[in-house]
């Protein structure tokens, strides 16, 4: 699980954004879930939850702007 995590870490600039757009940010989702089980972080886990819910809604636009300012999703990550 961490090597997920590590290679969206690593990922390109260019990869993030992609996987920010509103059908890919389910990506982002699952890499909270991931990160949140293989570190023990229970909000990681119920914020992947709520952005496999809400996430194509309008919390993929939240990730979009991050990963372009931040380089990294900054909200529940």
């Known amino acids: 699980m961490k090597g997920f995590v590590k290679w969206m870490d690593d990922a390109p600039l260019w990869l993030k954004i992609v996987f920010a757009l509103p059908v890919l ?3 982002w989702a699952v890499y909270r ?23 194509w809604i309008v919390l993929w636009l ?4 991050c990963i372009c300012i931040f380089k990294e999703p900054k909200v529940l990550a």
């Open 62 to 65: 939240i990730d979009f702007i």
């Open 25 to 27: 940010d389910i990506i």
């Open 33 to 55: 879930i991931i990160k949140g089980a293989a570190y023990g972080k229970i909000s990681l886990i119920l914020g992947g939850i709520l952005w496999i819910i809400l996430g």
